[in-house]
T-cell receptor, first 112, second 110 residues
Framework: DADVTQTPRNRITKTGKRIMLECSQT?????MYWYRQDPGLGLRLIYY???????NKGEISDGYSVSRQAQAKFSLSLESAIPNQTALYFC???????????FGPGTRLTVT | AQRVTQPEKLLSVFKGAPVELKCNYS??????LFWYVQYSRQRLQLLLR??SRESIKGFTADLNKGETSFHLKKPFAQEEDSAMYYC????????????FGKGTRLSVIA
């Protein structure tokens, strides 16, 4: 589903570096989410936004920040990357009232 | 608070055998339950939601409010069913994000 895209798809970075992951959608959805996926831990919510002026912390927001630049764009930043932030990161969108989320293809981030 | 429990991290079955992926939830209000699936190297996608009562790829799931369960079932497993399955819960009429379980990896053995 090319309606939700993520860049980059893969990234290797060093400890202490700042990195930004970007998510764009053409579905016209107001709600957007950032998750990380780790083996055995499933999907964990980092941040979410119900509209352009709304930002909320999720289960594991420490060490992360987000920016909702427009309805279609939601970026995730790691201010100072650390190795335990190595994971697969997913962006998702949801139409208000639909309860169904559409996921991007994921960004595989490795912090060395 | 909403919680979703998937007690099995890994479930292995033989091709043609029945499959049941367990999901239990904790929520005092009216829940909307979902199953999402992630095939190898693909993004997560919705498999089914209880409110639509559809059968997708031969899978069904019934919401049992008495047992607070939403188990995913298929009578005859196929190799292409091998994937990661996530159960998720949303609060109907609420304004909170979807809550996911930790997932169950289904492996169908030929």
């Amino acid at each position: 589903d090319a309606d939700v895209t993520q860049t980059p798809r893969n990234r290797i970075t060093k400890t202490g570096k700042r990195i930004m992951l970007e998510c764009s959608q053409t579905k016209g959805h107001d709600r957007m989410y950032w998750y990380r996926q780790d083996p055995g831990l499933g999907l964990r919510l980092i941040y979410y936004s119900f509209d352009v002026k709304d930002i909320n912390k999720g289960e594991i927001s420490d060490g992360y920040s987000v920016s909702r630049q427009a309805q279609a764009k939601f970026s995730l930043s790691l201010e100072s990357a650390i190795p335990n932030q190595t994971a697969l990161y997913f962006c998702a969108t949801e139409g208000t009232g639909s309860y169904e989320q559409y996921f991007g293809p994921g960004t595989r981030l490795t912090v060395t | 608070a909403q919680r979703v429990t998937q007690p099995e991290k890994l479930l292995s079955v033989f091709k043609g055998a029945p499959v049941e992926l367990k999901c239990n939830y904790s929520y005092s209000g009216s829940p909307e339950l979902f199953w999402y699936v992630q095939y190898s190297r693909q993004r997560l996608q919705l498999l089914l939601r209880h409110i639509s009562r559809e059968s997708i790829k031969g899978f069904t799931a019934d919401l049992n409010k008495g047992e607070t369960s939403f188990h995913l079932k298929k009578p005859f497993a196929q190799e292409e069913d091998s994937a990661m399955y996530y159960c998720a819960l949303s609060a109907l009429f609420g304004n909170t994000p979807l809550v996911f379980g930790k997932g169950t990896r289904l492996s169908v053995i030929a």
